[in-house]
């Protein structure tokens, strides 16, 4: 042990060197810069396969577990809130209201776009409340976007489907007499 | 279960990019923790490190990487890791590592080089997302606050001036914070709801600085720590809890398991009533939202009440309740983990009564700090109390 | 149903293929920019010495990692850029697994002088040769062409 330093205020300095963009770009310090290259192949897993050429077929599927009471979508094998295997395939409406969204004026690399992008989340009907998926929505411009909204899935045509959350395009709005 | 006391603390400067090491970083908070409690290596028992994604620093097991910079060098060590919780959680695996009886003394170092992922630490956050359900939806990180966001200010009818209140405090109260990225002592509601749109209802100035930074904190057992002061610093509760990752199946406009983790804090401190009780609050404040979310997780008010205690003044650093009294992450700065040094090292401070510009009136016995993680998951809470 | 059901169609689970988009820039730090502009213009290493241990590290660092004490800009030096290999190893298979069409001799080479070793690769052409305790000399980019890193040591050669 050592003489502690009795500073009045803490913290009594900032240790640390400021470098701006410039001194980087200026190489005014020195640096290695890397480039790693790393590819991945995630194993979907039974419930999500089947989701996903769920969504190849136009369908949208949900699982339910029994003990819980509820239809789980996205899919997954076991439950996590009572940890238990789910039970039973469900095929779902496409239709459903928006939980929430944002009207994005940054695009997915973070350039700046003039029109926004709208996306969100849907809870898809058929689900317990505030059950559903990340997606986008289209056919509606910003000042119309709203929470509680009753939208609908509007799908890639058949032959373009991969098997991916994509084949559904958007969700747009649902209009009175549509099913 | 030993009583844990904080008997040091320390942070480096909060910038964009430091020209630092991450090695050279942790060193610096070290020596300044080591400099508050006058210990040297030899007197420390142990080692925790925070550090969140290696994706930042971009050194695959970077806790490893960290250790002579960490004063770890021979000692049991280890590395703690849950996204943005970690500035709270690294502190609270310290406190168990005393508490159990292990160690007498532990040194908790949080260190982040976000600068280090190119161009923009964003490129890292994009592989948060889910790589099935999300990621071929190309989303943005911003995308995710601005829904949370939506969701809480919809449910409640919150306007987004009441929200940049919170922007406003933060960056003026961190003009008295020597390592503060974005203090700004002129800042205004309409410079806050001016500034750029990202993704509505989130602006440019609602938003946290990515930073590189580091900060430490030493704990004792309350055994020893007559050998270091005569007015102890205690940890009186800690508590943490995990949502599921399955954000899309939860309503976003409470966080539940910060609730979770601040019951489980408050019973530990033996508090019944908290916001009579705790006297000033460090909440986790990545988004200016996020401050009013987390008063509400906390407790401290009711749902849907934090902005109007935000409107009536009750949160500034001379109201009823000082909130983010060091600037939190909006003024100060967000290196992730390394924000345990305006959250849990400000408790410290401010209970000592050494923080010079930022002190709040009175005296302050009981603080919380509270951070926040992973997709919306992650919720961890400390209590320290002075006495 | 779900998780208690038979997989029979062994094409199902399917799998989903990415990668990790992200680029890296690692600045040297305060002792090891101190280190690489050193080596931008001259022929030589800088290293420095603890005050409490006397351990010399080469490349240099802001602190003692044993006595966690920092170093002074004082005890810092010059150093001839040799040193003796003290374990080696020959690779012959590039991180992907295939073969490479030269062998590539990688060294662990303690700096003369210092207590500190550096990771090299060696300049040569016989991939059979023993070159523990060989002592080899770096061998630097042209100044003109050097750019900071530890890229300005070209390789290692036996003197």
Redesign the interface.
Known sequence: MVKKKEYKEWPPYAPGTHVHESDISEKKITFTWWEPEVQYSWSLGPAMSKFLMGLKEGKIYGIHCKRCKRIIVPPRMFCEYCFGPTEEWVELPDTGIIETFSISYLDPDARRIEEPILVGVVDLDGTPPHHGFMTYFGEMTKDEIKIGMRVKAVWKPENEREGSITDIKYFKPLKGGED | MKEVAVIGAGMTLFRRHLKETGKELSFLATKMAMEDSGLEKDDIDMVVMGSAPDAFDGIHMKGENLIDGSAAVGKPYVRVFNGGGTGVFAPIAGWWHVASGVADICLVVCEEKMGNCYPHPQTAFRHIWDPILDRPLTPNLVWLFAMEMNRYMTVHGIKKEDIALVSVKNKRNAVGHPCAQLADPNITVEDVLNSEIMAWPVNRLDISPPSDGAAALIFCNRDIVHKFTDDPIYVAGTGWSIDSTMWTNRDLYFPRYVAQAAKMAYKMAKIENPRKEIDFAEPYDPFSYKELHHLEGLLLCKKGEAPILTREGVTQRDGDLPVCPSGGLLGVGNPIAATMGQKVCELYWQLKGVAGKRQIPGDPRIGVAQAWGDIMQMGTVILLRRG | ?????K?TDPT??????????????????????KF??HL?KNDTFLACKCSKCSKVYCPPR??C????E?IPDSNWKEVPPVGTIRLFTVARLNAHGKNLVTPKVVAFIDIGSTNSAILGIINTNDFNKDFTNAKVKAILRSKDKR????KDIVYWEEV
């Open positions: 149903m779900g998780f208690l059901e997989q199902s689970p399917m799998h989903w293929r990415g990668d990790m988009q992200a680029d890296y820039f690692y600045p040297s730090g305060i002792a090891g920019d690489f502009k931008m802001l602190y990692e044993d006595c966690f920092e750019e900071g890193t530890l």
